[in-house]
């Protein structure tokens, strides 16, 4: 995928571009900063996110169909980068789409731990529970026409298994865990739009507060309890564990504010197993992309070294387990 | 000293090599160093730790016999997913769970749940 010049954005945009600088990415997709200047003259900040046709892993969802969802949110009043452009296969640029770039910290160590940000940790927990049961109200026909995977908690919970036994790694802590998940599991239909990635990493918060959801590209239909338990997993606390919900709040509180903000009755066992569920699928996350070494798709140090961080994700399932909660 | 150098201090003096290469790298590779002296620092910490020792012991207390630590996870394994053993299986869960803390701090000691139990290096 050839590096797009400001003349091919400005070209896909209809307004001058005077920058496009790679912010990220590898072989198969990447994102850009871009600057460009609407006929006003008025500063338009802009990020483009493209990937290589053919690139999206199998049972995920297309980049046009998740630029879809992101506009479908912003047009519902959710905290969400609005959508400027879907590139179409014309455009030579891969699968992909133009968004605005808003002000604020996405580093949520930064603004988990900066006193700059302490105003914002405050309504945090309530922000979230906010979006996440205004998206979860969302009728599924909203979506009617995307390609947002879809199953049962049963189904999706033996594609997951299927994914960890992938690897050949017999951790005696996962197959617990997924014989705790298998005990309890009720083979709900989906009957909401989840999010799928929901976690303070993907948050971009200004220090009064939140300003966006980002990325889009695991959401699918499910059970909304599984937004709940996610946010709440220990690893996306960056070591304020004394904080489930994302570090910065309680359950309690992200509980009660989802229910007032009209997502529905929360009940706790399930958001438990979700919890559960995440951070074993978090596991299993680590699993992959160490194998992305061993593989040779991707022989790197730093994944690598990611493989090591099973032993975090087998001591929490092994704390909640014994403990109840982690 | 059972010789001069050991393999502990091979890891010591290639840490102190990516050390020195530091100031000289940018963005990825700077950032790659650094994963890689961590790297080292787990070797290090699993070879003075032992941890695969301490779990083929914990595991055998719940099998009941002494096999290698590799077949002692696959008979694991294999009794969870037949449903055979489970949660309620007498001396698992306490097993399973010294086992993590004895591998996570080889690979994180700082690991928040590792304080919070009371036993990351410093605690």
């Known amino acids: 995928m050839a590096m797009p010049t400001p003349g091919d954005v400005a070209a896909l945009i209809g307004a001058d571009v005077t920058r496009v600088e790679q912010l990220s990415g590898g072989a198969s997709s990447a994102t850009f900063a871009v600057d460009a200047v609407k006929a006003d003259g008025r500063l338009w900040p802009l990020i483009l996110q493209c990937a290589a046709t053919g690139s999206v892993p199998e049972g995920g969802l297309p980049r046009a169909d998740q630029a879809r969802l992101q506009q479908l949110a912003f047009a519902a009043g959710l905290p969400v980068a609005e959508v400027v452009r879907v590139l179409e296969p014309g455009d030579r640029l891969g699968e992909g789409f133009i968004m605005a770039r808003l002000p604020g910290e996405a580093l949520a160590p930064k603004w988990l731990k900066s006193p700059d940000f302490a105003p914002a940790r405050t309504v945090l927990t309530r922000q979230c529970a906010e979006v996440l049961a205004r998206l979860h109200a969302m009728p599924l026909n909203a979506a009617a026409g995307l390609a947002l995977p879809s199953g049962s908690t049963a189904q999706s919970l033996e594609r997951m298994f299927a994914n960890y036994r992938r690897f050949g790694v017999d951790s005696p802590v996962f197959d617990l865990a997924f014989a705790w998940l298998r005990e309890r599991v009720v083979d709900r239909p989906a009957g909401h739009i989840v999010h799928g990635d929901f976690r303070s990493g993907n948050l971009l918060v200004a220090p009064d507060g939140l300003v966006a959801v980002l990325d889009w590209e695991l959401a699918h239909l499910g059970d909304g309890h599984e937004d709940l338990g996610w946010l709440c997993c220990n690893s996306w606390r960056f070591g304020v564990w004394d904080k489930p919900v994302g570090g910065f709040g309680e359950r309690d509180a992200l509980y009660a504010a989802y229910e007032a903000a009209g997502g529905g009755a929360v009940d706790r066992d399930r958001a438990h197993f979700w919890e559960v569920w995440g951070t074993l699928k978090w596991g299993i996350a680590c699993l992959q992309l160490g194998d992305d070494h061993v593989s040779g798709r991707l022989r790197s140090v730093e994944r690598a070294a990611i493989g090591r961080r099973v032993s975090e994700v087998e001591l929490d399932l092994m704390h909640m387990l014994k403990f109840g909660s982690v | ?123």
């Open chain 2, 1 to 123: 000293m059972a010789e001069q150098i050991e393999a502990t201090t091979l890891i010591e003096a290639v840490q102190l090599f990516l050390a020195e290469l530091e100031p000289d790298l940018k963005g990825r590779r700077a950032f790659h160093a650094k994963v890689a002296q961590n790297a080292l620092a787990i070797v290090a910490r699993e070879l003075a730790q032992d941890p695969q020792a301490r779990e083929q012991a914990l595991l055998a207390g719940v099998t009941g016999h002494g096999a290698p630590l590799d077949r002692q996870r696959a008979e694991l394994c294999a009794q969870l997913r037949a449903g055979t053993m489970g949660q309620g299986t007498p001396g698992l869960v306490d097993a399973l769970l010294e086992v993590a803390i004895a591998k996570c701090a080889v690979d994180n000691p700082r690991y928040a749940t590792l304080k919070r139990l009371g036993r990351s290096a410093t605690a």
